[in-house]
């Protein structure tokens, strides 16, 4: 007799490397929608960015033993509603902290040197010749880059930074003094290092605290020839907000390799905007992480599967 594999339900489309990973371990139903394919027969979640995965759906799924997450950023399941039920959910911090840096890097790069801007026009029949009054930009090397959150993958980017000559400020709930002088970074208010900084980059976690960090306000505060990165979540800045600063010059530029809604619904005001550059969300998207990535997110699914410790667990 054919033992059953254990069932779970996924968010798809899944990597073929996860595919590879999962062969023959598991049953995979493709999660659809909210509510449909939940029920007693599902041991297992497999997501990585389904909205909310709250209390209402786990109470759906009695049987479930674990929730695995394909990537760092939980903030789309309901922590406390897992511990509560003593579902283990775990992520995969570590493995993507080099791919994302670079990805900051490469967003900050190109928003200062208006890369996006001049591809269009060197494609379009508008480039004629040289000009060399045409599109200056700012400079990244020796500028100030303010981190805010310097977690993980702020770490990474400070590395980066100090590369280019650039000084570096950060900002986070609490002091990191073996980050400052291992690397010679300085610690500044949120309010001080959004007033300072020609750069500033979002490396925090989405949570209620974190959730529209980045408005009206904070924006006012920010030079104007300064820009902003985002490589958090969407909702760390208030949409509004932020195409009303763009659009009236309270700050030159922004790049975003997040938005809140995500996708920008087509048409919106942002996407029409000569000093936004925009990427669909690619900050881990390289084939080694992503590989990375889906050992990790599948060892703790087979690990809740089987009733053994996450190899990391958020709760
Ligand atoms: P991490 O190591 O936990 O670092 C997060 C940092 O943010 C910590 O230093 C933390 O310090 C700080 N922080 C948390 N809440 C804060 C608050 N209210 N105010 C100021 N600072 C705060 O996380 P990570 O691995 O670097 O990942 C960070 C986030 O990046 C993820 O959660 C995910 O959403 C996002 N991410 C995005 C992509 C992408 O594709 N764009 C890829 C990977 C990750 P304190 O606790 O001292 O405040």
């Known amino acids: 007799m054919p033992t059953q594999l254990p069932r779970i339900i996924a968010d798809v489309p899944l990597s073929q490397a996860t595919l590879e990973?999962?062969?023959?371990?598991?049953?995979?139903?493709?999660?659809?929608?909210?509510?449909?394919?939940?029920?007693?027969?599902?041991?297992?979640?497999?997501?990585?960015?389904?909205?909310?995965?709250?209390?209402?759906?786990?109470?759906?799924?009695?049987?479930?033993?674990?929730i695995s997450n394909?990537?760092?950023?939980?903030?789309?399941?309901?922590?406390?509603?897992?511990?509560?039920?003593?579902?283990?959910?775990?992520?995969?911090?570590?493995?993507?902290?080099?791919?994302?840096?670079?990805?900051?890097?490469?967003?900050?790069?190109a928003a200062a040197r208006r890369l996006t801007e001049g591809e269009r026009l060197a494609?379009?029949?508008?480039?004629?010749?040289?000009?060399?009054?045409?599109?200056?930009?700012?400079?990244?090397?020796?500028?100030?880059?303010?981190?805010?959150?310097?977690?993980?993958?702020g770490r990474q980017v400070a590395r980066r930074a100090l590369g280019f000559d650039m000084q570096v400020s950060y900002h986070n709930r609490n002091r990191k003094p073996e980050i400052e002088q291992e690397l010679g970074v300085q610690y500044q208010s949120l309010e001080q290092l959004l007033s300072t900084c020609d750069y500033v980059m979002l490396c925090v976690?989405?949570?209620?605290?974190?959730?529209?960090?980045?408005?009206?306000?904070?924006l006012r505060l920010m030079p104007s020839d300064s820009i902003l990165v985002n490589i958090a979540r969407g909702a760390v800045v208030n949409t509004e907000a932020l195409t009303l600063a763009l659009q009236e010059k309270w700050i030159l530029a922004a790049a975003l390799d997040v938005t809140d809604p995500e996708p920008l619904?087509?048409?919106?005001?942002?996407?029409?905007?000569?000093?936004?550059?925009?990427?669909?969300?690619?900050?881990?998207?390289?084939?080694?992480?992503?590989?990375?990535?889906?050992?990790?997110?599948?060892?703790?699914?087979?690990?809740?599967?089987?009733?053994?410790?996450?190899?990391?667990?958020?709760?």
């Open 21 to 66: 990973l999962l062969d023959g371990k598991v049953e995979i139903l493709p999660w659809q929608h909210f509510d449909q394919g939940l029920d007693a027969s599902i041991e297992g979640i497999y997501t990585f960015g389904h909205p909310s995965l709250d209390g209402r759906l786990m109470d759906l799924t009695p049987n479930l033993k674990v």
């Open 70 to 109: 394909y990537g760092v950023g939980v903030d789309h399941v309901v922590l406390k509603d897992a511990a509560a039920r003593g579902i283990p959910v775990g992520n995969t911090p570590g493995v993507l902290d080099g791919a994302t840096a670079d990805m900051g890097f490469c967003l900050m790069m």
């Open 123 to 153: 494609r379009s029949e508008q480039f004629l010749n040289y000009n060399p009054a045409r599109m200056l930009g700012k400079e990244v090397h020796g500028a100030k880059l303010g981190i805010v959150g310097m977690g993980r993958i």
């Open 205 to 218: 976690p989405l949570t209620e605290q974190t959730a529209g960090l980045i408005g009206p306000s904070q």
């Open 265 to 315: 619904p087509r048409g919106h005001p942002l996407l029409s905007l000569d000093n936004v550059v925009i990427a669909p969300h690619l900050g881990s998207a390289t084939v080694a992480t992503r590989q990375k990535m889906s050992e990790l997110s599948v060892a703790n699914l087979l690990a809740g599967l089987q009733g053994r410790t996450l190899v990391h667990q958020v709760v």
